[in-house]
C-alpha cells in the first residue's frame, strides 16, 4: 500500500438488483458501478467525470458506506481502504457503529443545495449536526467553530440563526461546504457539488473549494458531468463510462490530449469547447447510452464507438499505460 494515498478503491462493484413479477422475485440487476479501481493522494482533487447515469454517486455514496440504508438489498464487493496517519481501514467491512468513528475522517457535499439543507434546522443547527454526531466537542466549541466556518466559506457568523430558504443557491452550497468541514475531514466527496448553480457561481464555490483546500490540506473526490468543471480544479481526472473507468490521468493531459475515444466525445460535448478541440468537428455519438441492465459484452462503449471493432465485443480492455500516469482501456488508441 502506498503511503501517499489517502484512499484506495479497489475492484469495487456495486448492483442494484431489480425485482418483478407476482414473487417479487430478483429479475435483473443494475451494475451501476463495474470493477473500478483508483487512489486518491494525500492533499489531491481527483475529478470523477462521465454522463448522467455512469455510476459516479454510487462511487461516493459506496466510499462513505451509506448504499446499504437506502437500498438494503445492494450488492458491494471490492475494498475500500482509507489511509490515515496510523492506520488502514477497510471500510466496506465495518458495521454502521463502527464506521461513525471515521465517518468524521469523510464527509460529502451534494449537489443539490435546495434538497440537500434541512429546512427545518437553522443554518448553525446544520453545520452543527455532524460535530454532534462525529465528534466529542463541547456546546461552546461547537458555537465558536460554527461562527469561524462561516466565516471561511465567506458567510457570517450571525447568520446562524437564519433557515436555508433565506439564502441563494450558492450560499447554500457555501453552507453545505462549512457543514462539510466541520469535524475536520481529510476527505471530501463532493457529488456534482456546483452544477445545481448558475455558471456565474460555480467559479465562486470552485474558488472557494480550493481555498479550503491548500488551507485544509484536503483530499477532494470532486465528481461532475462535464469535464470543463473539473478541469480547474482535479490535479488528475478519471472519466467514467457505464460502471468502469474508461481512462485516468493528469488533469491538464485529459482535458488537452484524451486518448479514448469516449473522452474525446465528452470533451467535444462541453459548453465552453476546449481551444484544443474549437476548430475540431464535434463528435456526436451514436446511439444511447446502454442501460447498466443489460451492458454490452467486452468494451461498455463499443455500441457507439466511432473506431469500434469486431474484436471490441470479446473482452473488457483493461486500463493500460499510455505515457506516464495516463492509462485508458481501450487498446486502439
Ligand atoms: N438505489 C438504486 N436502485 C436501483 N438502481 C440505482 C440505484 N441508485 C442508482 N441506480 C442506478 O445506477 C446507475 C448509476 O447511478 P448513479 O450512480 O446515480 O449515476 P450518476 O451519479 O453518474 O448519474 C443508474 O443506472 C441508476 O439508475
Ligand atoms: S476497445 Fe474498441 S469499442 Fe472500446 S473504446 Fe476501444 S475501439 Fe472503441
Ligand atoms: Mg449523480
Redesign the pocket.
Known amino acids: 500500500m502506498n503511503k501517499d494515498n489517502i484512499l484506495e478503491v479497489k475492484d469495487l462493484k456495486?448492483k442494484?438488483p431489480?425485482t418483478g413479477g407476482i414473487f417479487l422475485g430478483k429479475v435483473a440487476e443494475?451494475k451501476?458501478?463495474d470493477g473500478i479501481s483508483f487512489e486518491i493522494k494525500r492533499g489531491e482533487t481527483l475529478g470523477l467525470v462521465?454522463?448522467?447515469?455512469?455510476?459516479?454517486?454510487?462511487?461516493?455514496?459506496a466510499i462513505i458506506n451509506i448504499?446499504k440504508f437506502?437500498?438494503p438489498d445492494?450488492i458491494i464487493t471490492g475494498e475500500v481502504w482509507l489511509k490515515t496517519a496510523d492506520d488502514e481501514i477497510e471500510l466496506l467491512k465495518l458495521s454502521r457503529n463502527d464506521i461513525r468513528k471515521y465517518r468524521s475522517l469523510i464527509q460529502m457535499i451534494f449537489q443539490d443545495p435546495y434538497s440537500s439543507l434541512n429546512a427545518r434546522l437553522t443554518v448553525g443547527q446544520i453545520i452543527e449536526e455532524p460535530m454532534l454526531y462525529h465528534t466529542n466537542m463541547e456546546k461552546k466549541e461547537r458555537l465558536e467553530k460554527i461562527s469561524w466556518l462561516l466565516e471561511k466559506v465567506g458567510l457570517q457568523a450571525e447568520q446562524s440563526k437564519r433557515y436555508p430558504h433565506e439564502f441563494s443557491g450558492g450560499q447554500r452550497q457555501r453552507i453545505g461546504i462549512a457543514r462539510s468541514l466541520a469535524t475536520n475531514p481529510k476527505l471530501i466527496i463532493a457529488?456534482?457539488p456546483v452544477s445545481a448553480l448558475d455558471v456565474s457561481i460555480q467559479a465562486q464555490v470552485i474558488n472557494l473549494m480550493q481555498e479550503l483546500q491548500k488551507e485544509f490540506d484536503l483530499s477532494i473526490l470532486f465528481?461532475a458531468?462535464d469535464l470543463s468543471v473539473v478541469e480547474h480544479i482535479s490535479s488528475r481526472i478519471a472519466v467514467?463510462y457505464l460502471?468502469s473507468i474508461v481512462e485516468v490521468g493528469n488533469g491538464k493531459e485529459i482535458y488537452h490530449h484524451p486518448r479514448h475515444p469516449y473522452s474525446k466525445a465528452l470533451l467535444s460535448a462541453v459548453p465552453l469547447p476546449n481551444p484544443d478541440f474549437r476548430n475540431k468537428e464535434r463528435i456526436i455519438l451514436k446511439g444511447d447510452v446502454p442501460?447498466?441492465?443489460n451492458k454490452p459484452s467486452g468494451c461498455g462503449f463499443r455500441t457507439r464507438c466511432p473506431i469500434a471493432q469486431p474484436v471490441c465485443a470479446e473482452a473488457v480492455p483493461p486500463l493500460e499505460e499510455k505515457s506516464p500516469g495516463h492509462t485508458a482501456a481501450c487498446p486502439f488508441v
Not at 50 to 61: D, N, Q, R
Open positions: 456495486v442494484f431489480v443494475v451501476a458501478v462521465g454522463e448522467s447515469g455512469c455510476g459516479k454517486s454510487t462511487v461516493g455514496k448504499l437506502s437500498s445492494v457529488d456534482e465528481i458531468h467514467m460502471g442501460t447498466p441492465m
